[in-house]
């Protein structure tokens, strides 16, 4: 069963930074296939797409929100994508979780939240001092 693992979730003072990871099973072969995404849910809000790479030629895609703070990357040796978060603010707190879509369209996935075909189950991140 294809399944995607999220770590590097916690707590964190607003300003500080963390380092998530995704990393997927049951399809490794062919992670390179996939695009990645980031996706967070705070409470009582709605799941948002954030920041994308995709498959093959790693171009990324962030969100105003995120942009200039955060940097995706993947690393299609290790099959594990990454997330930097820098300059963390209380807003960014929620459950963050990561998504892969084969051969999909950052914006199909960041935007449009379509054509996903795997969820990780989500690390929460709380930034507060």
């Known amino acids: 069963q294809v399944q995607l693992v999220e770590s590097g979730g916690g707590l964190v003072q607003p300003g500080g930074s963390l380092r998530l990871s995704c990393k997927p099973s049951g399809f490794t072969s062919r992670f390179v296939y996939y695009t990645i995404g980031w996706f967070r849910q705070a409470q009582g809000k709605e799941r948002e797409g954030f920041s994308c790479v995709s498959s093959h030629d790693g171009i990324t895609y962030y969100a105003d929100s995120v942009k200039g703070r955060f940097t995706i990357s993947r690393d299609n040796a290790k099959n594990t994508v990454y997330l930097q978060m820098n300059s963390l603010k209380p807003e960014d707190s929620g459950v963050y979780y990561c998504?892969?879509?084969?051969?999909?369209?950052?914006?199909?996935?960041?935007?449009?939240?379509?054509?996903?075909?795997?969820w990780g189950e989500g690390t929460l991140i709380t930034v507060s001092s």
């Open positions: 998504a892969a879509g084969r051969f999909t369209l950052l914006q199909d996935m960041c935007v449009k939240r379509r054509s996903i075909n795997n």
